[in-house]
């Protein structure tokens, strides 16, 4: 199996808007066993969709195109795509009642170039969209496929998850040899460190592909067996977690996809504490990122964004001679910050930080990116220091998680 | 002109690297006018790199390739692209010189692997690449130009910067005419009403490109004209900028580059107001946004996170009967949280938000999407409700930018 992604729009092409959409996508479908072969990136524009689709019905299977099903007059992919299989734009009944309901939903009049998006090709077949109003949809041809959908990332991966990787697994299940991958996530480490740490990476190599992902909440590994039979690339895998865990098992945060945040909701729900936080350098940050996970009212009940020193005396309490004498950036502030939310909010857990995210701000003593974080879990107390970047939203972000991750080891002692 | 970019490197295939390079020298090539038709994504196959370059070679007049030229095993593309243009590898004796200077620099023996690096392609010319060891070079053919760079992204931008770009501009001086673009960013509306309230768009687009760009704060509009001389296209923007500023303003919070946060941190520092927050739904969502500014401690105070009703109440002073008798999301309640900030931070500027995020917790008369935003910019109150969507991450950026454009509107009067 082959495929091909395709991604139509001029803000590709002009450098405005990095293409996101057609990573996600190939990292979705490598998952599957089905990895693209191309990636194509075109304006808005007849001829060059016709010609991309010519050609990618040429050399795969499977095309998956994304961009330009927008109501915007450059939004030509759906009527592009209809001339090429030769299809006529046809109402779809269903389509014009959701789109139209979508509107009076919001109480909002719809613009009447909506109605155009209840079009669908006659022979194609439709696609749920249930987060916008283009029409997602795909022609079955001599046995290739090709998707249409969305470039809006949130429709389009929605799309994909519910309609076009069922369907790719079952179509095709048994036909794509068996790919095993496993993700693990790590926090705290540099990618380098990791890199070192983990060397000589034969051993690991020899088993799986790996690659290093690094991202704001730290450095995913990912690892990826290919064998004849599941079970065989499953035991590839087993064996080079073992090899990653006997290594680093101290940054790892999770063997899977959760994200920091979702288990530390998990851990909190399964005891059944609530929490709540004191921020002064990430701003409501750690509460931002809490919030993220559904449900979050369950254990999560607010916090103080202590940004200015008033802030921190008046609501939680945090002496003027601590202050003074140690400073806001310091273990003290951090305690005594702990102290005023369990006088506030009574939780299980308290997190509380504060820290000098840059770019100004630091002192010989005290550079840029230097944090202290509270944790308090049921009464037990920690404070840590930390000393990290030189840049402002990369600092904020590891404060952030450096606080979390605290929090997670400490709920699972 | 006509470009097309060609990035090579199966990590781009198996969606593990975004294709960070493709977006920065597509900008760059707008931006001196040659704005790229196609970018084409393959692997490190030598097959596809041949097929990949013999259809550009067929559809524009430039092509810039880039990847898979370091030591590693996985990385053809010299050879194919040699193989490709008929033309032998042959050392280059400067470029072998370099190389062994730098790891006798860096005092490490040099891996033999490394020697491969010093061949070039007979027929082709050297580039610069102060950055790394690998050999980047250009074939010019029946006038049209083939560069081929390293994938490493500051070594390719070098090597752009330093020799691409200026080769390209004085080569095509007089041809390219000139381009002048402007971002016009906008929020509180959807593209698709965007895009009527700017219909009929022919008058827009006789003078310039147009197109929207929709994201996390709201959608921009991005203009670009092309003309002989820039005098001229600046005149197309200016009178594009003033006929979509006479349908739209109410929209635009900026015409430039800055984001919401920064428009809104500028007029608080102009008229040095402070600020503080109280959110719910959001979970301190607002509060991150306003810290991402450097600077931000000069204007902002903190706030209050108010996600469990008690800490509405308890903090903010939220009267139990306001949330009994409207609830906990309802215009009374925002109003007391308003109160409650003020009486806490006495901050000229006050923004309370309380709504349902989703997925749960909507009811048929407040469904998820809805929200309660106050504004208090010294002492003048404002209350709106808004609608919005039913995904809780989309959700929580909606509401937190629908409070921001508020704070700039009531800030402007």
Redesign the interface.
Known sequence: MKAEIITIG???????????N?????????RIGI?????????DNAD?IRDALA?SLSRVNIVLLTGGL?????DITKKSVADFFDSELVENKDLRVRIEQRFA????PM????LEQALVPEEAKLLPN??G?AASFYFERNNQLCFVMPG?P?EMQQTMQDAVLPLLKQKYAGQTGSIVYQTIRTTGIFESSLFETLSPLNEITQLVNL?F?PHRAGVDL?L?AHAAKTKEAQEKITAAVEIILRKTSQFVYEIGERTLEQVIAELLLQKQFTIS?A?S????????L???I????NY?????????N??KQ??LGVQEKTLNQYGAVSAETAQGMLWGLKG??NSDCALAITGI?????GTAEKPVGTVFIGSLVKGDMQICKFIFHRE??IN?HRFAYAALNLLRQKLLE
């Open positions: 001029d803000e590709l092409l002009n450098g405005s808007t990095q293409n996101t057609a990573t996600w996508i190939a990292d979705q479908m490598w990895p693209a072969q191309f990636i194509t990136v075109i304006g060059a050609r927008g109501p915007t007059h450059d939903d919001r109480g909002v613009p009447l170039v909506n249930e987060l109003t809006v949130a690659a992902l990912r990826g936080v921020e350098c990430t701003g409501g940050l750690i509460g931002n809490l919030t993220n559904p449900g979050s009212s999560f009940c607010g916090g103080v964004i202590a940004y200015a008033s802030v008046q609501l506030i909010f995210a840059g770019p100004t701000g402002r939203l904020k």
